[in-house]
């Protein structure tokens, strides 16, 4: 079956500067992959996603990256802010969806 | 519009009961799936229900079971519960089978003591 990796686990960075969380994955036949953020007490929020067809999409200071042939794809945070900290998800499929492990975002002020 | 909802927001069980979680889907989405969230982990798939029948099951045992109604809420069954159960319990809707995008509600917390 499906198997997602995330990095890192944890993440800190100083506010304004960038952020990248990468994931690769298994199974050569998925196609969607999105990204979810999860603050403390809530549910898991879809940021972003991208499906197989396209390389790169982007969403005012968010965006995702897909390479298939690698199995891999990341998410970049520019200009980080202190609501940015949260928990990210990065997931590979739309039925059956598998989640990584996450990755805990510390931005500091 | 009205978002993912849940109840109860936090559960306390002993081992051996049993529990049952609702959910109430976005308006205008008829499938809804469930999710076991440990603590420190992504969520797990349980399974999906799309217009009342089960659509596709993860890995979990038979006394996990669901119910979805026709206004297209859904309920969560566990049986014979064990220490392992406790987790954040996600539901997550979405407009149709084919729609990939999933809108998560706020998650019931059980603890099993």
């Known amino acids: 079956g499906e198997n997602v990796e995330q990095h890192p686990s944890t993440l800190s960075v100083q506010e304004g500067d960038s952020a990248v969380i990468k994931c690769t994955y298994s199974?050569?036949?998925?196609?969607?992959f999105p990204w979810y953020k999860q603050e403390l007490g809530k549910g898991p929020q879809l940021i972003i996603d991208?499906?197989?067809?396209?390389g790169e999409k982007k969403d005012q200071r968010i965006a995702v990256t897909l390479n298939k042939t690698a199995k891999h794809f990341s998410l970049h945070i520019t200009e980080t802010q202190p609501e940015d900290s949260a928990v990210y998800f990065c997931?590979?499929?739309?039925?059956?969806?598998?989640f990584g492990a996450g990755t805990r975002l510390f931005v500091k002020a | 519009e009205t978002g993912v909802t849940q109840s109860p927001t936090h559960l306390i069980k002993t081992r051996g009961q049993q529990v049952t979680l609702r959910c109430s889907s976005q308006?205008?989405?008829?499938?809804v799936s469930w999710y076991q969230q440990a603590l420190g982990q992504g969520p797990q798939f349980i399974f999906q229900?799309?217009?009342?029948?089960?659509?596709g099951r993860g890995n979990f045992p038979p006394r996990f079971s669901g119910l979805q109604f026709p206004n297209y809420s859904s309920e969560l069954n566990v049986n014979a519960l064990e220490l392992d159960d406790s987790a954040l319990y996600l539901c997550?809707?979405?407009?149709?089978?084919?729609?990939?995008?999933?809108?998560f509600g706020p998650g019931t917390r059980l603890t099993v003591t």
């Open positions: 199974d050569s036949a998925s196609n969607y």
């Open positions: 997931a590979v499929g739309g039925f059956k969806t598998i």
């Open positions: 991208i499906r197989s067809n396209v």
């Open positions: 229900y799309y217009r009342e029948e089960e659509n």
């Open positions: 997550a809707s979405s407009s149709d089978t084919l729609s990939y995008e999933q809108y």
């Open positions: 308006s205008g989405h008829n499938t």
